[in-house]
């Protein structure tokens, strides 16, 4: 299971962090990522975070705005959404999928949360 949190309202140029918290899997043989969806668009790879070795990627779109990290004594996995547009505005979906699988396409990845939204907007 994955579930998000906070999302919200943010002015341009400012910060959030979102959460997602995870149970269930064998963490050490999954990749955990962000996706994001803004509305009539295609669900867009954001970053993910291999749980075992912390090794991350990004997509050009965000690198060097957000990181992801993960704790794992609260199984919980975290991104920094720094230096935000308006164009950044949309539903962020936590995902996961097996580590010899994952990469940046929705399919790629098994579990999904329910998303929570992100609106950058002055």
């Known amino acids: 299971q994955l579930v998000e949190s906070g999302g919200g309202w943010v002015k341009p140029g400012g910060s959030l962090r979102l959460s997602c918290a995870a149970s269930?899997?064998?963490?050490?043989?999954?990749?955990l990522g962000w996706f994001r969806q803004a509305p009539g668009k295609e669900r867009e790879f954001v970053a993910h975070?291999?749980?075992?070795?912390?090794?991350?990627r990004y997509a050009d779109s965000v690198k060097a705005r957000f990181t992801i990290s993960r704790d794992s004594a609260k199984n919980t996995e975290y991104l920094q959404m720094n230096s935000l547009k308006p164009e950044d505005t949309a539903v962020y979906y936590c995902?996961?999928?097996?580590?010899?699988?994952?990469?940046?396409?929705?399919?790629?990845?098994?579990?999904w949360g329910r998303g929570t939204q992100v609106t950058v907007s002055s």
């Open positions: 975070i291999d749980w075992s070795s912390g090794l991350t």
């Open positions: 995902a996961a999928a097996a580590r010899q699988l994952a990469g940046v396409t929705s399919s790629d990845y098994k579990y």
């Open positions: 269930g899997l064998t963490f050490s043989s999954y990749v």
